[in-house]
């Protein structure tokens, strides 16, 4: 079974810095695209940032400039540096995945069981 495991969430005051990390397990045959995404009280699910295995990242308007997706294939583990955090970012991130689990597997969605992060003073 295909598993993502997140870590690197906490408190931290505004202005200040966190990185999660998300791994995948060693199961996955292939990755396509790794993401993360947050979802506030109250609130959906949103993009936070998105990489693919090759090619330029995407981020949501409201992280631009201050949060920094990257990945390192060799790891299958996908990091989100967020810097100038605001108590806006307040939110439970999630990290996804596409990828195959096996070489005969169709392209699935996996999601990690997120991380809470927390900005406030």
């Known amino acids: 079974q295909v598993q993502l495991v997140e870590s690197g969430g906490g408190l931290v005051q505004p202005g200040g810095s966190l990185r999660l990390s998300c791994a995948a397990s060693?199961?996955?045959?292939?990755?396509?695209?790794m993401g993360w995404y947050r979802q506030a009280p109250g609130k959906e699910r949103e993009l936070v940032a998105t990489?693919?295995?090759?090619?330029?990242?995407n981020y949501g308007d409201s992280v631009k400039g201050r949060f920094t997706i990257s990945r390192d294939n060799a790891k299958n583990t996908v990091y989100l540096q967020m810097n100038s955090l605001k108590p806006e970012d307040t939110a439970v991130y999630y990290c996804?995945?596409?990828?195959?689990?096996?070489?005969?597997?169709?392209?699935?969605?996996?999601w990690g069981q997120g991380t809470q992060v927390t900005v406030s003073s």
């Open positions: 990489i693919p295995s090759g090619g330029t990242t």
């Open positions: 060693e199961s996955i045959f292939s990755i396509n695209d």
């Open positions: 996804n995945a596409h990828g195959r689990r096996t070489r005969f597997s169709p392209i699935s969605s996996y």
